[in-house]
C-alpha cells in the first residue's frame, strides 16, 4: 500500500471515529430531546442521522411518540488535526427534535 493511500485511509478513519450521529440529550420522563448532526447541501430531513434519531425515540417510548418541536440547535466547531503539522477548523451543525411519548393504549 503506498503512503498516500495509507494516509487517506487514515484520515477516512479518524473523520468517521470523530463523527456523532443522534443522541438523547434531554431526558423528561415521558419523552426528551434528541440531536443529529446535518450538512448545509443536504438539509436536516435528509440526513443519514435522522433516522438514527427516529429509532432513539421510538426506543424510549416503546413506539408511539409525538413531536413538539424541532428546529436547529446549537452546532460545534471543533480543530481536526489529521496530518501532523496541520489543522483545520470543523464546523457542525446540529438539528434538534423534541418530542412526548404518546401513552399506551
Do not use: H, N
Amino acid at each position: 500500500m503506498k503512503i498516500g493511500s495509507r494516509l487517506s485511509l487514515a484520515v477516512t478513519c479518524l473523520l468517521i471515529g470523530c463523527a456523532e450521529g443522534a443522541k438523547l440529550v434531554q431526558d423528561t420522563g415521558d419523552g426528551g430531546v434528541v440531536v443529529y448532526p446535518f450538512k448545509a447541501p443536504q438539509g436536516s430531513m435528509l440526513s443519514s442521522f435522522r433516522k438514527d434519531a427516529i429509532d432513539l425515540m421510538r426506543e424510549k417510548c416503546g413506539g408511539q411518540y409525538t413531536i413538539t418541536r424541532e428546529g436547529e440547535t446549537k452546532g460545534r466547531t471543533r480543530v481536526s488535526t489529521a496530518v501532523q503539522g496541520s489543522q483545520e477548523m470543523l464546523s457542525e451543525r446540529r438539528w434538534g427534535i423534541e418530542f412526548r411519548c404518546k401513552p399506551s393504549q
